[in-house]
């Protein structure tokens, strides 16, 4: 792990969202289902202990339609609508936030993806010697990550441990650098989004062509200039490509991050200091996670005491 101050950039929605699906049936001693709750919690609590951050913030996504909606009527409307259940835990997760001292982002018309690409590049703008940490379940987020922003997955399924992606990894992972998933999910699409790529085009055929030809912008460039196409671009692929122009250029629009949210950003206010652990107990508490009592981090008072001890 680097030895650089950390800056911990949350996604709250996906790592709710995993939660609710990997923990189904807890419940609080009233009945009500908490799993969202405690996963995301839980997954919280283990990155700040792990990375030990200078700063934090976490980042939700607005119930109501984004920008991308508004480009494209088919952006994610094959998604069922949130569950009934998984919606007052909702609140209970911000409140478990506020308590926590970590400032929240939620802006009407934009994804959190979208306010974590702005808190991040505000973060490099401002100091280039943090390293933000993205804390997140949702591989959208790779396209972020260079030499100042790493991605931490959370462990799941078939994924044994946490992950944390640089940019080795992450070329590993897909044979591309990261800001080219932008131009794979252009050729490839992305059913969770519902962004409809080319049609006909799979994961190793957009690999190959972006390993190649670096970007959608320069594969067209060169099928206008060689319409008969090459080595690589022949048969079937041919006209799937030409025919996918319009749908290619659209679906990079739509998988790519805006960095550029209009949003008060004040660094030193996002910085790790003192929480209301009391208010966090009570919290956990009241909905039985008595598991993650003992995982929060010192408050103010247990610091003053330690160092009046040692």
Request: hydrophobic share 40%; glycine share 6%; proline share 5%.
């Amino acid at each position: 792990m680097s030895s650089r101050n950390k800056f911990l950039l949350v996604d709250a929605h996906a790592l709710i969202y995993r939660a609710y699906y990997a923990i189904p049936n807890l419940t609080d001693p009233n009945g009500q289902l908490v799993n969202a709750v405690y996963g995301f919690s839980k997954m919280v609590l283990n990155a700040i202990s792990y990375f030990e951050p200078e700063y934090a913030a976490v980042c939700f996504d607005h119930p109501k339609p984004t920008f991308r909606h508004k480009k494209f009527d088919g952006y994610k409307a094959q998604r069922a609508k949130m569950p009934d259940d998984l919606i007052p835990q909702i609140q209970i997760v911000k409140d478990v936030v506020q308590a926590l001292g970590i400032p929240k982002f939620e802006l009407e018309g934009f994804e959190a993806d979208d306010l974590i690409g702005t808190v991040n590049r505000k973060v490099e703008n401002l100091d280039n010697e943090l390293l933000t940490i993205i804390v997140t379940g949702d591989q959208d987020s790779f396209q972020l990550v260079d030499n100042d922003t790493h991605i931490w997955m959370p462990a799941r399924g078939k994924q044994k441990g946490d992950i944390e992606y640089d940019a080795a990894l992450v070329e590993k992972k897909w044979g591309i650098k990261p800001l080219q998933v932008i131009d794979m999910k252009a050729l490839m699409g992305d059913s969770s989004d519902n962004i409809p790529g080319v049609k006909g085009v799979g994961p190793k055929t957009a690999a190959a062509l972006i390993q190649k030809f670096e970007t959608i912008e320069k594969i067209y460039e060169f099928l206008d200039k060689n319409p008969e196409g090459d080595d690589l671009i022949k048969g079937a692929l041919l006209p799937k490509l030409i025919d996918g122009k319009e749908s290619a250029i659209m679906s990079k629009d739509l998988a790519t991050i805006e960095c550029k949210v209009p949003i008060d950003f004040d660094l030193e206010n996002c910085r790790v200091t003192s929480y209301d652990k009391n208010k966090v107990i009570e919290i956990f508490q009241k909905f039985g996670f008595k598991s993650l009592i003992s995982t929060l981090p010192k408050d103010d008072f247990e610091t003053s005491v330690q160092e009046a001890l040692f």
